[in-house]
C-alpha cells in the first residue's frame, strides 16, 4: 500500500466513525422516545430532523468514499450543534426559557436522565454533533491537502 | 474485510442491541412493577378508587387514564366487552393520568361527579363528546361544561364541589402512583400488576385471559 492509498483508507475511516456515531446516536434517541417512552420535546425533535439525516448522507458518501459528503453534512451538522448547545445551556439554567412552550407540556428545560450529574440526554447529543463537528473538520483539512 | 461487509456487520450489532435492549428494558419495567404490587396493593387501588365489578374477581385490571386521551375513549367500550364476555372474574379499577394539557380540571369533574351518583354517565358523556372539548390534545373546560348539564348534573353543586382541596389531593395521589409505576402514557394498563407490554386490544385481551 503506498501513501496515498493509505491516507484514503484514513479518509474511509474517519468518515465511516462519523456515519457510526450518526447512527448510534438516532438509535439511542429511538431508544429513549419508542422503549422508554420519553416524549422528545421541541429542541430535541430539531436536533432529531438534523441528526437522522446524516445517517444516510454519510452511508451514501462512503461507497464509493465521496469528498462531496463534506458539502451535504455540514449545514445538518454545525446546525445540530448549534441548536444542541443552546439546549444544553438551556438546561444549565445559563439561559431562561423564553417564550416558546414546549409541545404537549413537555419543557425542554426537564431533565429524564440525568447520569453523573451532568449526562443527560441533550448532552449526549451535544457530544456527538461535536465528535462528527470534529471529524468532519479534520477530514475537511486532509482533502484540502 | 470489505467495506461493505463492516457496514453491515455494524448495522446488524447495533440493531441487535437496540431490540435485547428494549426487551431487557421492558423486563425491567414489568419486575418493578410486580415488586411494587408485592409490596404495596395500594398503588394500584387506592381507597377512592372507582372499581367495577365485583370486589373479589379474580383479575384486577388497573387502567390509568386521561378523559381527554382519545385511545382511553376507543378502550372504554371494549373492555366492558372483556367483562362481559367473562361476567364476575374481572374488576376495572379506574385511575387518572391526567397528562393532557387542562384535564386535571375534568379529573375533578369526574371525580365530583361521584357526589350526586353520576360518575359513570359523567365519564360516558365526557367520552362520547370528547372531540367538542378536546382540540389539538387541549381541553377546552367551557366546552365541558357546556356538555355537563345533559345528564341532569345539579351544575352549580359541582362548581361548588370541585373546589374541595381533597380533588387537588387525589390528582396528586393519582400521578405519584403513576409516576412510581411508570405510566408515560394513556391509557397504561396493569393486569394483577403486570404491566402490559406491548400497546394493543389483542394483547390487552391475551393478558387478562393469561391470568383467568
Sequence with gaps: ?145 | MSKQKIILIAVAVLVLIFFLGSYLYKDAQAQKASAIAKKSEEVFIRDYSTIVGKKDAKVTLVEFLDPACGACRAFYPLIKKIMEEHPDQIKHVIRYAPFHQGSTEVVKIIEASKLQDKYFETLELLFRYQNKWTINHKVDIKMVWKILPGIGLDIEKLQNDIKNPKFDKLIEQEIADAKKLGVKKTPGYFVNGKPLQKFGYEQLKELIESQL
Design chain 1, 1 to 145: 500500500m503506498n501513501i496515498s492509498e493509505k491516507s484514503d483508507a484514513n479518509n474511509w475511516n474517519i468518515l465511516f466513525v462519523a456515519w457510526l456515531i450518526s447512527i448510534i446516536a438516532t438509535l439511542g434517541s429511538l431508544f429513549f422516545s419508542e422503549v422508554m417512552e420519553y416524549p422528545p420535546c421541541t429542541f430535541c425533535w430539531y436536533q432529531r430532523i438534523l441528526m437522522y439525516p446524516l445517517v444516510f448522507i454519510f452511508l451514501v458518501g462512503l461507497f464509493p468514499f465521496d469528498r462531496g459528503v463534506l458539502k451535504y453534512a455540514f449545514p445538518f451538522v454545525i446546525l445540530g450543534w448549534l441548536v444542541s448547545l443552546y439546549h444544553n445551556l438551556l438546561q444549565m439554567d445559563i439561559i431562561a426559557e423564553s417564550t416558546t412552550p414546549c409541545a404537549m407540556g413537555i419543557p425542554c428545560s426537564a431533565k429524564y436522565i440525568d447520569i453523573f450529574g451532568f449526562l443527560t440526554i441533550p448532552m449526549l447529543s451535544f457530544i456527538a454533533f461535536s465528535i462528527i463537528l470534529i471529524l468532519l473538520i479534520l477530514l475537511k483539512r486532509r482533502l484540502a491537502k
